[in-house]
């Protein structure tokens, strides 16, 4: 158990806006491996929540199978909260955004979860561009079933089985922006300050925010050979910006020389500030985004940071034009025509 | 030849290639036979193709009210020479041929025993028509036309429909009345009209309707409150989202903003379009999804997940054959077993059988009740015949003082006034369903983890022997409550008691029903039925099977799946249950059901059966 949560708590725990404390936040103990990166991601939902002051039964959270599918238990006890089936997290999480459009929608997904089983409905979700957060805890192999390669493993990176991969891996965020995901990032689940931010402000976006969290698997992962263990991530990451996430109701204060930074408003009047590490980033072009990802893999280097977002998105409710009201509080008087109108059909199919 | 007259009792059958408009034309006559006040039902016989192919539809005249398929044809329109020899050799002798004489018919298409109606229609519409697209469209209004004089249908009212059909656009009823003009005037003047089958006007359709199971499911979902579904495209079942898509238009539309109360998912696979129903559903909408059997494979991991989390979940399976691809544009009933227990593990699910589009109307309603009370999926169990075929039923009715039934959720308020820990898995009141909460419901009461692991009744994750057994006996309970509230099934008994019973369900009712009627009119044989409208199975059928030595089963397909699930589910002695089969992708027949119960009951009493008793 990497996080136990301990009995004891200081009486003047901080609280939020809602007058909750981070206590509220949190779920069931881990059960997960101690170190694993997972952990570290429930950690930062449970602070990115805490820190945005979201009434916790505001987050409906949802998940597949997988180690980082389960994961939901652990954060977010308040929340209700949905682990489905392999790979199929973004239908689930779909209909529930089509039921009650006011809700924050979080899935967690594995790589294997993602890449591999639900790859049709991961790029369908993206498509569609449905209001929720994804959140893919990628740590190149497959943990609950103890170890085999995913399609997001790097060529001739070796697991604990000790076989260097064959296979071209699949790259998530490439795919997500080719696809026209309208929010994407990249993230190392050691990296706090860089991970807390970035799920405000993919929580804040309208539309499909996706989010590559690389997360070592310290059992089957975390060995020398591994390209996604915590030694080769820590020496290979490089930020192409700093995030700052600003609720609207708050001011700014960060202060940064003149032209190093951008700051982008969300349509609820959020902002995201940026301190760009590489000039060479543009996070309104998706071809900016896909060249320096492939320049930084070039040089054996994994780009992380906010990579593109589009803060005019729309989604599928506003491009389907439904109801503001949610649709599971509609009642018969708005759903059922009534017997006159039968009649009126009946009276067509005579 | 001296012939006998018939009037409202014969078969007509249209022969068309696929994708030349004949399809409008061909509902043309049915609907005017209709408005006859003539009970009539027409069958599609459709390749699974979109232009080219054999196409064909069977309208069945009967002034009875005798609905199912009949069996042999008495007239048919032969448009099609790929299919002519074929369809010639279908007609019964004293039969009619009508057929484009603008071609000679090749010799060796002659029969004796019948009537050949030759009427060069191609060659009258090209010196009438110069557009080819036009030549084709008024060739097929031209059969009809031929028709009415023919089979003395008032020429009234093939206009009045005519002028229904293209209400605002006025401009194209006059060369469609012209075209049925043509047809009409060419066959009068050339033939002894009207010939040995006619129409004669009755008063046998009271206020029925005519409809297709598809659109009375889709018009369901509307009434019943579904406002989330989640598709992908499978003949025969794509038409009952369009359906509801059409309704959802006219009645769900904020006619200020274009606001829509509704929202329809065309999902990338099947698995994806159950997962959404089941996302929305666990989320407080009511949500359904349609599809075939090959979806209904495809759906059957998430089936397993909602029957165990216990989420509403419909499913409307329009059948047709299978396996595999089979006969993706053929009828019938053999889902029957997939859907009763789809899914891995022990799993059950809730199943209606609908006999007719008046059923598929209310049991689409009905099914969105149960899955909220019960939590659990309920499947809909149609078939291609009923479902994309026009039916004769009694029009549709919706009661306005009924409300949804939501089943057992808690709001805001009770979770607040409760004093005890709330069990998302508790069998509270001892039916066997627990409350569930949607999400969003309190800052931090009755929140809940859905899984598809084992857990206690608070919804902790568990793998307590113990606790996995108690959860699988409450859904047993669960499944013993359903019983008392699916749809009952329908007992008819004979006025003398008899030894023998018929056992039917969905579109076998129609000919099962027809081949009582004649088994007693013809043979003097009488016999009970019962019609099965729903898994849970009633006790009442247990009853029945009981009382009776021998209960035929009538089913549509291959390996008498309803059979088997009867002697599962009630453990009954399999000798007790004789199949009744028919799996060719057409509909059954009345006919094939009167002969064989009257075979098998000749053959039986004058050899003398034994069956085992346990
Ligand atoms: C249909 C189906 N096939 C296979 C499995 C077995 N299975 C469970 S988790 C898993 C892989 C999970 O890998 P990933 O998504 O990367 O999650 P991780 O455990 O690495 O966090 C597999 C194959 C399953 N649960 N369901
Ligand atoms: S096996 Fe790997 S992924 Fe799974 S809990 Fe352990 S460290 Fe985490
Ligand atoms: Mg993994």
């Not at chain 2, 599962?568 to 027949?589: K, R």
């Amino acid at each position: 158990m990497s996080y136990a949560i301990p009995g004891f708590r200081h009486p003047n725990l901080p609280k939020n806006d809602l007058g909750f404390t981070t206590k509220d936040y949190e779920g069931a103990v881990s059960t997960l491996c101690a170190g694993c990166g997972h952990d570290s991601i429930s950690a930062a939902i449970i602070e990115a929540c805490f820190e945005l002051s979201i009434p916790p039964h505001h987050v409906a959270k949802l998940s597949g199978i997988g180690c980082s599918s389960k994961t939901p238990t652990y954060f977010l006890g308040n929340s209700h909260g949905f682990n489905s089936v392999h790979g199929r997290m973004p239908a689930v999480a779909t209909g529930a955004n089509m039921a009650n459009r006011d809700l924050i929608y979080i899935g967690v997904s594995g790589d294997g979860d993602t890449a591999s089983i639900g790859m049709g409905q991961f790029v369908h979700s993206v498509r569609r561009n449905v209001d929720m957060v994804y959140i893919c805890e990628n740590n190149g192999v497959y943990g609950l079933t103890k170890g085999q390669d995913s399609a997001t493993t790097d060529i001739g990176s070796k697991s604990k089985k000790g076989e260097p991969n064959a296979m071209e891996p699949i790259d998530l965020c490439s795919v997500a922006l080719q696809l026209g995901a309208t929010f994407v990032a990249q993230s190392f689940s050691g990296d706090k300050h860089q991970l807390v931010p970035l799920i405000q402000a993919a929580i804040a976006h309208r539309g499909f925010a996706f989010i590559n969290v690389i997360s070592p698997c310290v059992t089957f992962n975390n060995t020398p050979g591994s390209t996604k263990s915590y030694d080769f991530i820590r020496q290979h990451m490089a930020s192409s910006n700093t995030v700052d996430f600003v609720p609207h109701a708050e001011e700014i204060t960060t202060e940064y020389a003149p032209g190093t930074s951008t700051s982008v408003t969300m349509h609820d009047g959020s902002a995201i500030n940026l301190q760009k590490m590489d000039p060479n980033l543009d996070i309104h072009s998706r071809r900016s985004a896909l060249a320096l990802m492939q320049e930084y893999k070039a040089q054996d280097k994994v780009l992380t940071g906010l990579l593109f977002v589009d803060e005019d998105s729309q989604d599928i409710h506003t491009t389907m034009n439904t109801t503001k009201t949610p649709l599971r509080a509609l009642s018969e008087k708005e759903l059922c025509p009534g017997s006159a109108a039968l009649e009126k059909i009946n009276q067509s199919l005579r | 030849m001296k012939r006998e007259i018939i009037t409202n009792l014969f078969v007509v059958k249209f022969a068309n290639v696929n994708g030349t408009g004949s399809a409008s034309a061909n509902r043309l006559f049915s609907k005017a036979v209709f408005r006859m006040g003539v009970p009539v039902s027409p069958k599609n016989i459709f390749p699974s193709n979109i232009q080219g192919l054999p196409t064909w539809y069977e309208v069945r005249i009967n002034e009875n009210g005798f609905l199912g398929r009949r069996g042999g044809i008495d007239v048919v329109v032969g448009m099609n020479p790929q299919s002519m020899e074929r369809d010639i050799g279908e007609l019964e002798r004293g039969g009619y041929f009508v057929y484009d004489s603008s071609k000679p018919l090749d010799k060796k298409m002659l029969r004796d025993d019948i009537d050949y109606i030759g009427i060069p229609f191609t060659e009258i519409c090209r010196t009438e028509y110069t557009d080819p697209r036009q030549q084709q469209l008024f060739r097929n209004v031209m059969y009809i036309g031929s028709l009415a004089a023919l089979l003395n249908i008032e020429f009234d009212v093939l206009t009045g429909l005519i002028t229904d059909q293209f209400k605002g656009k006025e401009k194209l009823i006059a060369p469609n009345v012209h075209a049925l003009e043509l047809g009409f005037k060419y066959a009068q003047e050339h033939f002894d009209c009207p010939i040995a089958f006619r129409v004669e006007r009755r008063d046998n359709v009271g206020n029925k309707i005519l409809i297709d199971g598809n659109s009375a499911c889709g018009l369901g979902a509307v009434y019943g409150g579904a406002t989330v579904s989640a598709w992908y495209p499978i003949t025969p079942s794509t038409s009952v989202i369009d359906a509801f898509a059409r309704y959802c238009r006219r009645f769900r539309v904020d006619p200020e903003t274009g606001e829509k109360n509704f929202a329809i998912v065309q999902a990338e696979d099947e698995l994806a379009a159950i997962g959404m129903v089941i996302g929305a559903a666990w989320n407080g909408a009511r949500a359904f999804t349609a599809t075939s059997g090959p979806g209904v494979s495809l759906m059957t991991e998430f089936l397993g997940l909602a029957y165990f989390a216990e989420v509403p979940t419909v499913l409307i399976d329009v059948q047709r054959a299978g396996p595999s691809t089979g006969m993706p544009t053929r009828t019938q009933q053999s889902d029957v077993l997939t859907c009763a227990y789809a899914s891995h593990g022990d799993t059950r699910h809730i199943c209606l059988y609908p006999s007719n589009p008046k059923e598929c109307f209310e049991f689409t309603a009905t099914a969105l009740d149960l899955a909220d009370r019960l939590q659990t999926p309920v499947i809909i169990l149609s078939d291609l015949d009923l479902g994309m075929n026009d039916n004769m039923c009694d029009p549709l009715e919706w009661d306005d003082t009924r409300t949804y039934d939501r089943g057992k959720v808690f709001t805001a308020e009770d979770l607040d006034a409760m004093e005890k820990r709330f069990g998302r898995y508790l069998d509270v009141d001892g039916d066997g369903i627990p409350y569930r909460t949607y999400p969003g419901t309190h800052p931090t009461k009755g929140s809940f983890f859905t899984r598809g692991t084992s857990k206690d009744e608070y919804a902790v994750y568990t793998e307590a022997g113990e606790k996995y057994v108690a959860n699988m006996d409450r859904l047993l309970r669960k499944w013993d409550t359903a019983k008392k509230l699916v749809p009952a099934p329908v007992i008819r008994k004979t006025k003398q008691p008899c030894t023998i019973g018929v056992v039917y369900f969905g579109t076998s009712e129609a000919p099962t029903l027809e081949a009582l009627y004649h088994l007693e009119d013809l043979h003097g044989i009488s016999l009970d039925s019962l019609g099965i409208k729903a898994l849970p199975f009633a006790d009442e059928i247990a009853d029945f099977i009981e009382a009776h030595d021998y209960v035929f089963v009538v089913e549509q397909n291959r390996d008498a799946q309803m059979r088997s699930l009867l002697i599962s589910e009630f453990d009954i002695c399999p000798d007790q249950l004789v199949s009744l089969l028919h799996y060719d992708g057409s509909p059954i027949t009345a006919r094939q059901i009167r002969r064989e119960i009257r075979d098998w009951i000749l053959r039986t009493t004058t050899t003398p059966r034994r069956r085992g008793r346990k």
